[in-house]
Every structure is written in C-alpha cells, then in structure tokens.
C-alpha cells in the first residue's frame, strides 16, 4: 500500500497546533487547569485565548482518529506474517514507542517539566515556591516525575487503546469491520446528499455519546478530575471510527470531494460557539459535553480529513522531516513551554506580547533542536522518545 501522504500532513500539523495552543493555554485567563494564568482579571479580556476555543474540541479527537486509521493499516495482514504475528509484533513496537516514553521517560527527563508545573501549580495558588514544601529527595524526586506525565496523557491513553483493540480484534474478527462495510454497501443507492447526511449525523451522535463519559460535576477530592482530564470515552470513539470506518479508502475520496462543503460550516460552528461561550473554562466538562462543542468538533474533523486529502496528499522534504520528528517533537516540547513561560512570567518585566513572541519563536525552534539532540544519544532516544535505532 502507498503511504497515505494526507494522513502524515494530518498528523504533523496538528502536533503544530498543539505547541501553539500549549503557548496560549499557558498564559490563559479562563481557569483552564495547568496554565499559570494571564495578565487581567477579566477572563473576557484576552481575546488571544480564541486559539484554545477554535482547537480544543477537536484537535486531539482528529489525532486518535488518525491514530486509529494508521493501527488498521499496520494490523493488516502482512506478507510473510501470520495475523497474530502481525498483532505481536505491532503492539510490542507500540509498547516501546508510548509506554516506555509515558513511564521510563518520566524519571529520565519529564521530572524537569514536572519541576516547573509544580512551581506553576503553586503560583495560580498564591504559593509561588510550592516545591519547597515538598520533603527534598527521592519524595519531591517521585512527585516532580509524576506531575511531568502532561502531554504524556494522550500516549498512555493511545497505549491503552491499543491494547484495548487487540482485544477486540481477537474477539470479533473483523466481522464488525465486514458489518460496517455492508452497510456502506447498502448506502450505495443512495443520493451523495444523503450519504453525506448519514455520515455527519451519525458520527456526530457518536461523538457527542462518546462525550457523555465525562462527569459532569467532578468531586475535587477525588479522582474524578483525572478521568475527566483523560475523557476515555470521549476519545476511544474517534480511535474506533478511524479503524472501522475511515481507514477505507472509498470513505476518504467521498469526502475529499466535499472538502470545500465541509470546511465552511466547520469554520461557521467554531466561531458561532466562540462568540457563544467566550469567557467560559473551555475545558469544563459541561462545555465538552454540550451537543454545540461536538457538532463544532465533528465538522472540524471531518473537514480536517477531507481537506487534507483533497489538497494535501502530497510530501514535500519539510513535510518528510516533520513527519519522521513530530512525534519527538510533541514529546520534549512542554518542558521548554513551563520552564520558560514561568521565567518570563514571573523574572522579567517584559510586556505580555513579548512572553507570546519569545514563547512561541523557543517552542517551535527549540523543541526540534531539543528532539534532535535527544535522539542521538542511545539510551536517551529509546527512555524518553521510544526510539530504538536513531534512523527511525
């Protein structure tokens, strides 16, 4: 099979636009957990902060998605495997990939970003040295590396997705996948309006079900907080529709052909739902499950998909590189984004654009010359990137 350029270009750009939310996400005055806050009272006040509303419904949805067609091609049969071999093989590759950086990564280099969300933590708190509260030795050593996992969250979540669906796949067999294929067989007969129809409703309400995992009301001394940080279901939904559903390639040229279509009401839900709840925690789990926040973020990944494929399955060397270094790139870029978003906050009296400008130049020069540097080293490439040979 040739390689899926689209899904590479999808998979790269997002990384992209998670460093650039994480820049505005830090500085943000919403309440939004985990950033160190902004420079007014008034949560109105930033209208940088449009970023995380037009990209948090979405974006890490449309990388499960994605991550879910690329697990059906890699299960595929292959020549000169058995089935089970394939599955063997693919899951231990996987373990190596997510695993090893979201548990061994965390004590060899994720501790340091753990440092710094410690001291971010203790800010938004009113307690600006909150690490020194914290017993000195291997205690505030463990504490630094667990509260490092951050953007580690979406791989170990993907690792247990993964592990989830050979489960699965022993289980059903691809007879659900041959079902669903029947029924885009019977679809045939009908109209191109109203397959597309079936398609946006149908994985709306999926998506918006898939929602409802959350809690709505997390208790704060528990650790309901954690689940909705993670969303499982929220996110097992988009991974299993890009395995049964979208990996075909009938399905991404249907869509392709109405990436124009798409794009236009997606753009329209994403500001309509801004202007709607501007002001608001965007990552409330009331937001997240409202049917407006998941029609915005099913239109966002279907126009996403179709886009891509309709005008961007191609590679250029920029797009051969970053598709080889993304995946390192979102694994190393947070540490530079908390430890130098709280200097600048808090050591230097430099204007708030200036913060934006320098934070978001470090992040995106940085985080590769970090990544690459890392992935030299032998033991650090395979701890904190999964890497097994530096050619990978």
């Known amino acids: 099979m040739n390689r899926k350029h689209f899904l590479d ?50 974006f890490m949805m449309l990388l499960f998605l994605v991550a879910g067609i690329s697990s059906r091609y890699a299960l595929h049969p292959v020549s000169g495997l058995t089935i089970n071999a394939s599955r063997g093989q693919w899951f231990k590759k996987r373990t190596r990939q997510l695993l090893v950086p979201a548990t061994i990564g965390l ?10 969300n410690t001291q971010i933590a203790g800010v938004a ?36 997705f993964s592990l989830l669906l050979i489960i699965i796949i022993a289980i059903e067999r691809d007879r659900l996948y041959n079902a669903v294929g029947h029924l ?12 597309l129809a079936l398609l946006l409703v149908g994985g709306f309400l999926l998506i918006w079900a898939g929602a409802q995992g959350s809690i709505a009301n997390p208790d704060p001394h528990s650790a309901q907080g954690l689940w909705n940080l993670y969303r499982p279901l929220a996110y097992l939904v988009p991974f299993l529709m890009g395995y049964y559903l979208f990996s075909r390639d009938s399905v991404q040229r249907f869509l392709s ?17 801004t202007c709607a709840t501007w002001g608001e925690n965007n990552t409330a789990p009331l937001y997240l499950m409202h049917w407006s926040t998941n029609l915005f973020a099913w239109l966002a990944i279907l126009a996403m998909l179709a886009c891509f494929k309709a005008w961007g399955d191609r590679t250029t060397p920029f797009a051969t590189y970053m598709t080889r270094s993304s995946y390192g790139v979102y ?3 947070y540490l530079i984004i908390a430890a130098l ?33 890392l992935r030299r080293v032998p033991f650090l490439r395979w701890a904190i990137l999964g890497i097994k040979k530096q050619s990978e």
């Open 331 to 333: 694994i190393v870029h």
């Open 107 to 116: 004590f060899v280099f994720q501790w340091m970003t753990g440092y710094f």
């Open 9 to 58: 270009n999808i998979r790269w750009t997002t990384v992209l636009l998670v460093l650039l939310y994480h820049v505005v996400y830090f500085y943000n005055n919403k309440g939004v957990f985990g950033g160190i806050g902004g420079w007014v009272d008034d949560p109105k006040a930033q209208p940088q902060d449009v970023v995380m509303y037009l990209l948090y419904p979405w």
């Open 341 to 373: 978003g709280y200097m600048l906050k808090l050591y230097t009296p430099l204007p708030p654009v200036a913060d934006y400008l320098i934070l978001l130049v470090a992040v995106f020069t940085l985080s590769p010359a970090l990544y690459e540097l």
């Open 257 to 273: 052909q109405y990436a124009g279509w798409l794009l236009v009401p997606a753009v329209v839900a994403g500001v309509a739902l």
């Open 184 to 195: 885009l067989q019977s679809t045939r007969g009908w109209s191109r309006l109203c397959r």
């Open 125 to 160: 708190q009113g307690i600006p040295n909150q690490i020194a509260s914290i017993p000195a030795g291997p205690v505030r050593y463990m504490a630094c590396a667990f509260s490092g996992i951050g953007p580690l969250w979406f791989i170990q979540e993907l690792w247990l």
